[in-house]
């Protein structure tokens, strides 16, 4: 008991740090941490008018396309419009084509209006198109739509499939296998559901692939005290930026198989791929390819999402999930657990539709909705490029190629000293650095150490949106930076 | 391992019913559940042709506004219109007060887009609108928009509380209350957290009215084997159509201090109130009525949507929670948490602007908007009438009237015979007299076993959503199957 300002004594809470759910608090997502907390109240002090060593904060914190000044998609917006306001549809300013989605989603609409709940798996004929356009990607290997779930966001639907699968206790708890370098969302989702997470490190010098024999040496430790049931991979790599090769996946299932482990993967930037060379495989596609043995047994769960590619609009909180080969029992649990929460935001489920049904040849939209598809597309191979070479010019800074994604996350070497004085401050190195560059530079970077990274090595994940004027101001004050950083604590 | 189609072997699944998380399984929720699958099969079975002795299937089963064809406010939708494709600010089609809400969401959107993630907390400037409407509402008590919380639908901020509350194992599992007939997201989201379901249940003889002895001796025996934290109130109340008075909530403010136990208050109905004499209190007011003793302790939650009242936006998912007197560092966790899923979907973030910024005397839309919103609650309301009056001219159903929300609950009752063979089918019930209702009127109502009732006592919920021609075909339907049901089974 203690006194308030009110003159009565306040009893202690219900709910406080001690009494609350312990899963809660071992969460953690570096994306929106005390980092980006920090860079949102210098930005609030530079409004306010405190002199700073610079005029604005540059976020390079989080895959957000349009906030950095990305523009949607013209055709897109069109549709949502008339979705929204559908006396729009008398109107003369809008192609015949946007008119067409516009009235076939209404009508997929209860009372033809996306104000009302769909079925909780998503519209039927989004989940239909969906389907289609998963056919078309993968060559002709065939999709039920009643396996297509449609999410808010990517991330829901891969904390949906997680929550299928973590069960038991201690030795027998579930295991799944992140990579390190994560994204961590899934080390968050895991750390809530009390699973047991399991790294499996990707091979920075080798443009961050994934090593089978460390799958393997990853796993045989982790049989030792969980249940491993799930290998989780996220191609086109975040934060990597490492594209996937087709061997690669190859074996990755092939070890899937023989580990009997459930795969789930993220492949929400399966348009952005940048190098020469690469190319994007779906997990699905590889798997049919290897032939009945795998494609009849091996479980796969594949999430894709409206916020990434060319559209960027993560604001819309669309998407959808895949389940193949996923025992009929189990997807029924799957279809009443996402009925409890009635269904995915409509306006994401449309915008969801417009990408999976995008103007074709010989409709009044597709030349516009090509150009602008390619424009974003390009710039943003231009800036992956770009951000690879400025940053291989710095000493102490090594940046393997951004082969696709939207991230860079080069190593960074520190000197002891500053590693010596992080330490004493309780922060992780990298945590250290950036948070100085952010002080001194206005920059807004996610250390390393909020995806996981090697002992001893540290990093940062930038990603390559911001636009090509600023991505250049970004890079320069980075470099100079970082050999001010190095000289000052040498 | 067993022969597929292919001719290979096909193996056992890593995810099985059996190896699958146990409390997924445990999950149930009846709004969507097999009355519904089934209502959904029976509508394609007309459309392929199959003969019924009923054209159409009336869904009475979801609080889904706009499915039953009621039209969405033209101000919110026109403001939509504009967020999605702001190229309309240059048309002339639109008011004023539509362009500058637009303007201003967008400018407090990343990149002036709504394709931009939003703060994991919601849009800044919507926070500080819902701030001022709840104090409008609760006549001039303060609201802190910081601790304002944008959510995806109430459903979400309701799990995501309970999510920060459960702990503990055996008889120290936290245990929540909940009123019984309860919205089961409730017992849903419990189960999937594996927490203690503490039932409490409403006084059906008294209108569904809360009963503090009740309270009383369901807490105590409660205590015997769970930890007790919190208290779930639906006010005005799903699915009963219940109103609270003023002085039943004054006395669970009052239990909850002395019995130190956490308030939820879902207050999704609150502008849904039509009966004589009734009134909507939201608890935060009372609370702040009752004195420092209580405003400066007792820990409040409180979700409200843009699902419902007049605006019954479903498909948006928007919605908000006020906390009140949470701990700052239980806050901190809970800023933290939603932060994983990014944010909320931006345009239902929008339209929960609107709703708390609707257009004002002297705004070009202020006419328009007041008319369509008396007009769609007055329309409620006396659907609400109706519904009670017509059902209570049938021997065998009593019903409350429907003071509120969108529901009546009605008591039925079941020949001795009917409930036998139920039973013998190892249906509940009233599911077995709702599934029959289904099969032979096109009617699709849900049982109230999926809420919970009183062992022996027989309800449905039906929502009194559909048009007025509709819901007197319904009403007469369920009358005479009603007689029907009782002389065949008799």
Known sequence: MKMTENGVFSRDKVLTIDTMNPTVKNVEYAVRGPIVQRA???????????????????????????????????????????????????ENMFPEDAKNRARRILQACGGGSVGAYSASQGIDCVRQDVARYIERRDGGVPCDPDNVYLTTGASDGIVTMLKLLVCGEGASRTGVMISIPQYPLYSAALAELGAVQINYYLNEEKCWSMDLSELESSLAEARKHCNPKALCIINPGNPTGQVQSRQCIEDVIRFAAKERLFLMADEVYQDNVYAEGCQFHSFKKVLFELGPEYSDNVELASFHSTSKCYMGECGFRGGYMEVINMDAEVQAQLSKLVSVRLCPPVPGQALMDLVVNSPQPGEPSHITFMKERTATLSLLAEKAKLTEQILNTVP????????GAMYSFPNISLPEKSIKEAKALGQAPDMFYCMKLLEETGICLVPGSGFGQKDGTYHFRMTILPPTDKLKILLAKVKEFHQKFTQQYS
Not at 63 to 68: I, L, R, T
């Open 396 to 403: 102490g800074i090594t940046c393997n190629p951004v082969q």
């Open 40 to 90: 949102m109240q210098i930005e609030k002090e530079l409004r306010e008018g405190v002199k700073k060593p610079f005029t604005e904060v540059i976020k390079a914190n989080i895959g957000d396309a349009h906030a950095m000044g990305q523009q949607p998609i013209t055709f897109f917006r069109q549709v949502l419009a008339l979705c929204s306001y559908p006396e729009l549809l008398n």
